[in-house]
Nanobody, 121 residues
């Protein structure tokens, strides 16, 4: 059974940081481009950024970000290529939402439960 599980969300003050994790089971994330997406209350799900497949560890090449998060968010993979991370810095209230990972382009069968991020003072 293929599955993606997101974790690491929480409540953080404006200007704070969080690291989200995306772990795959049933397949290897290393073989695919992976995207992070988010959905704010009352809004459609939107793309946050993505990382190309077969990517060097901790390198920023092969990543792409939405203009709204560029310079604040970073996507990378771990050494074993089993986890994809979303490092979020300088968080703003408008970053609040449920964050999901998926293959990129996304496929319906890979949507998980997501992880809630709330940025509030």
């Amino acid at each position: 059974q293929v599955r993606l599980v997101e974790s690491g969300g929480g409540l953080v003050q404006p200007g704070g940081s969080l690291i989200l994790s995306c772990i795959a089971s049933g397949f290897s994330l290393d073989n695919y481009a992976v995207g992070w997406f988010r959905q704010a209350p009352g809004k459609e799900r939107e793309g946050v950024g993505c990382i190309n497949r077969s990517h060097d560890d901790r390198s920023e090449s092969g990543t792409h970000y939405a203009d709204s998060v560029k310079g604040r968010f970073t996507i990378n993979r771990d050494n074993a290529k089993t986890t994809v991370y979303l490092q979020m810095n300088s968080l703003k209230p408008e970053d609040t939402g449920v964050y999901y990972c998926n293959r990129n382009p996304p496929r319906d069968e890979y949507w998980g439960q997501g992880t809630q991020v709330t940025v509030s003072s």
